[in-house]
């Protein structure tokens, strides 16, 4: 009874401070009525405290109250938004008897919902994180700009134009519309167009421009000329709606040269959103694809992730939300476990420039290496592989020069790993160099090959793995008229199952593509393959099985991801060990020692026993 008193004392208070005020709760212009800097105050997130910029005082609203199951209740207007139990958002005013929401606690069911009857203002916070999440009251609640600072620029800086937003859900769109028109109404006079209308979904301007949102339907939009399309979440827009929306709205669009789409959203699986996505990075359409991984974002670290993943309820939906991952963890190559290993070391490559370049006949800066690698400091005992991927050079696929550096595995590795049989097992391939252009016809691609070969890096030191097909039939040929050429610079494998005779280069056909990928995965979890490139770790985690069960890239090329299913072929090829016995042979005689005595006094029934470990921290020694 006490509560409901001072409810009716602030509504009188109120009825008489904005009696000369035009209040309306379906008008998003007038929510905020008046705002101050809280730059002092913090409040509780999901990822932990996060510092405010301002506390807004909004118009009176009905008041909308939900109760949990555990006891957590929250007051609030119809539009406040809060979290459903896989991380959508949706208004309080939308919520019924049974849903589930994100709270302090992990899920919660509503058990009660009810909408009050009196209107009082109501205080809102513009969190400075940059999910702009926080608990109210325990309950995941949201604060949110992310495009509407460009609607509201491209808004007030036109004319002439008509501007839609669509989203998965009308409540999105409205959310949207409110940061829109709340950031053109704090601007000064002189930036700010004269309003014409307001309203929930929409408003007009006097520089006749028109902003204004709809559901999304298979018709929405018919009989208007968009000059702008925003569609928030695309890809959770329902398949039955979206491809027939895009249908009707996108020959409008392109009819003309002034409009612009744009389309976000974290995947859904194989849809629309998926194949333009796809074609953007293919560079097939005229979108421009941008995309942003949760560890890219200040503050997110291993902590953040576990805090989310719980948050969630399972690793799936953390992929989906923010992994960027199109297809669920259980089918990509990469394990969660591996992409989140690979990740802490991966780095993208620069450009560097070379003492003997001045010379060479092409533009090398398609050529990047890893920060910490010295191209110009190679040493007579290094030894190098140069995976090769050859396209047509038209502007689509990549042709790719992958280098890796032959390497001693770290101290750190060889005592994790239990399976040595011999001193194969002491080396891994390290990633420190990358060439990748789609331009380069292949007989210009093969003077870079050359050039890198020859001058760069010397023949005697390197071998040249290569997919042969018609183009790489071409590379080796040319490759061959070298004067200091030999055939063995190549690796040699044989070219089916019923051959005996190994010939250059490697057939990659459908009996065999899947078992070299499936080894790879292998090969990368454990660090034989040591991944350093931020776009080379991009690719091969886009690697999952579709629905014939085939790995394929789900999103751009996989030309240098490609590059790297091939060096499973190098290890199982004579050429390794006899590059693995020249490197001891030259850096660390006194390691081939340890390694063969170790090796022979080694029964077979302790390499998987329990005293392997006793044999490793012996063998490990010897590295001291």
């Not at 809102?124 to 495009?147: A, F, Q, W």
């Not at 090829?573 to 340890?594: G, H, S, T, V």
Request: with cysteine; aromatic share 12%; net charge negative.
């Amino acid at each position: 009874m006490f509560k409901k008193f001072i409810l009716f004392l602030i509504q009188i208070i109120e009825s008489i401070e904005y009696k000369n005020l035009n209040i309306n709760q379906d008008d998003i212009s007038k929510k905020i009525l008046y705002s101050i800097d809280s730059q002092d105050i913090k409040v509780l997130t999901d990822t932990g405290f996060e510092s405010t910029s301002e506390i807004h005082l909004t118009q009176p609203y009905n008041i909308h109250k939900i109760v949990t199951e555990n006891g957590k209740n929250l007051e609030g207007a119809d539009n406040h938004i809060v979290f459903d139990e896989n991380m959508n958002e949706v208004f309080m005013g939308e919520l019924k008897n049974g849903d589930k929401i994100q709270t302090k606690d992990g899920i919660e069911v509503i058990k009660s919902v009810k909408i009050g009857k009196k209107s009082v203002s109501m205080f809102d916070i513009s969190v400075e994180s940059k999910n702009h999440r926080y608990y109210t009251n325990d309950i995941l609640s949201h604060n949110t700009i992310s495009s509407a600072l460009f609607l509201a620029w491209y808004t007030c800086f036109h004319y002439d134009r008509n501007v839609l937003v669509i989203a998965n859900k009308m409540a999105t769109t409205i959310e949207i519309m409110d940061k829109i028109l709340i950031i053109i109404r704090k601007l000064p006079f002189f930036l700010k167009p004269g309003t014409v209308s307001f309203g929930k979904t929409g408003a007009t301007f006097d520089n006749n421009v028109r902003i204004f949102s709809q559901s999304t339907t298979k018709t929405a939009a018919i009989g208007f000329t968009i000059h702008l399309l925003y569609a928030d979440e695309f890809a959770h827009i329902p398949n039955t709606l979206i491809r027939d929306f895009y249908r009707s709205v996108y020959p409008t669009l392109s009819s003309s040269k002034i409009s612009k789409i744009i389309i976000s959203s974290t995947p859904n699986g194989m849809n629309l959103f998926y194949e333009i996505y796809a074609k953007a990075l293919q560079h097939k359409n005229n979108y421009a694809a941008i995309r942003v991984d949760w560890w890219e974002v200040p503050g997110r670290d291993e902590q953040w992730r576990d805090t989310e993943i719980a948050n969630l309820g399972s690793i799936e939906l953390f992929n989906q939300e923010y992994g960027n991952m199109f297809l669920a963890s259980n089918k990509m190559l990469l394990s969660e476990r591996n992409m989140n290993f690979i990740q802490r070391i991966v780095t993208p490559f620069v450009h560097k420039e070379i003492y003997d370049f001045d010379e060479w006949d092409f533009n090398y800066k398609d050529l990047t290496w890893y920060p910490n690698f010295n191209p110009n400091r190679i040493k007579s005992s290094d030894r190098f592989v140069l995976s090769i991927d050859v396209a047509d050079g038209v502007g689509g696929d990549y042709s790719v020069v992958n280098i890796f550096q032959l390497v001693i595995m770290s101290k750190a590795r060889i005592r994790k790993n239990k399976n040595y049989f011999d001193e194969s097992g002491f080396f891994a391939l390290k990633q420190v160099g990358k060439f990748r252009s789609n331009i380069l016809s292949p007989e210009e691609f093969s003077n870079v090959i050359e050039k890198l070969l020859f001058d760069l890096f010397n023949e005697e030191k390197t071998r040249v793995v290569i997919e042969i097909n018609f183009k790489g039939h071409l590379i080796f040929e040319r490759l061959s008229k070298h004067l200091r050429f030999y055939p063995e610079i190549f690796m040699h494998t044989t070219h089916s199952q019923a051959s005996f005779i190994a010939k250059p280069g490697i057939k990659i056909k459908k009996d065999n593509r899947e078992i070299l990928i499936r080894e790879l995965r292998r090969l990368l979890t454990n660090m034989k393959v040591i991944v350093q490139d931020k776009q080379t770790f991009e690719e091969l985690g886009s690697f999952g099985l579709n629905k014939a069960g085939k790995y394929e890239a789900q999103t751009g090329n996989d030309d240098v991801a490609m590059t790297c299913v091939l060096l499973v072929e190098y290890f199982n090829n004579q050429a390794f060990y006899e590059d693995i016995e020249e490197i001891i042979d030259l850096q660390y005689p006194e390691l081939l020692n340890i390694m063969n005595k170790k090796l022979d006094d080694l029964p077979e029934e302790v390499i998987n026993g329990k005293d392997f470990v006793y044999w490793t921290k012996q063998l490990n020694a010897g590295f001291n």
